[in-house]
């Protein structure tokens, strides 16, 4: 017993076989920015809706250079890819609807349902987030409902962490067109999904 034990030491320094290879986990959220609003001047609600079943998963998924995906067991999400999805986009939001001032004094009420229609990446080449998203903007002045669609294309150099740094900056892009949406509408203007006009 003594002697198999040793032996399994002296083989995992040689080939690693009997150590199993560390996973490592990433986020959609970005790094903080220095400052952040003190009060959010836009209250809102977010829901996500569905999520492809595909990469529905921890592991990351990733499309080959030959067209073939892969489950890569070793990089891994720290949340289930929904609730990363829903904190990243509110972190986002937040960042960009704290600074609109409403001219009313109560404020409209915002509410964004967002599907994820694609959530793709291939290290060294790109990471992908296309999404379709529904915005209703309440108030005594305006009732505001748009369905937009944002499809946000990231270049990527490098292997996984840069792969999901693209991620991070792609669902910022999505926020960044919803934001834009909710802007333009409170301030009168007719409600476009971007990209249309």
């Known amino acids: 017993m003594k002697h198999g034990r040793w032996t399994c030491i002296v083989i995992s320094t040689l080939s690693g076989s009997c150590v199993s290879t560390s996973a490592h986990y990433y986020t959609l959220m970005s790094e903080p920015e220095h400052s952040a609003p003190a009060t959010v001047a836009v209250p809102f609600r977010l829901e996500i809706g569905s ?11 990733v499309r080959l250079p030959d067209g073939r995906m892969a489950i890569v067991d070793s990089e891994r ?8 999805l829903q904190s990243a986009l509110s972190v986002e939001l937040l960042r ?3 600074a609109i001032s409403p001219s009313e004094p ?10 994820l229609d694609r959530l793709e990446s291939s290290p060294y080449r790109y990471a ?6 529904h915005l209703a903007l309440k108030s005594s002045a ?4 748009v369905q937009c669609r944002s499809r946000a294309y990231e270049q990527v150099t490098g292997s996984y962490p840069d792969l999901v740094r693209g991620y991070q900056r792609a669902v910022a892009a999505v926020a960044a067109e919803i934001a834009t949406v909710a802007q333009e509408s409170m301030r009168g203007l007719a409600a476009e999904c971007p990209g249309t006009t």
Not at 51 to 61: F, H, T
Not at 142 to 145: E, F, I, L
């Open 106 to 115: 109560t404020g409209p009420r915002l509410f964004i349902r967002l599907n």
């Open 142 to 145: 305006y009732n505001v409902s």
């Open 77 to 84: 999400w720290i949340a289930p890819v929904g609730d990363e």
């Open 128 to 133: 992908l987030v296309e999404a379709s998203w």
């Open 51 to 61: 999520i492809p079943a595909q990469v529905d998963r921890s592991e990351l998924v």
């Open 96 to 98: 960009r609807l704290g």
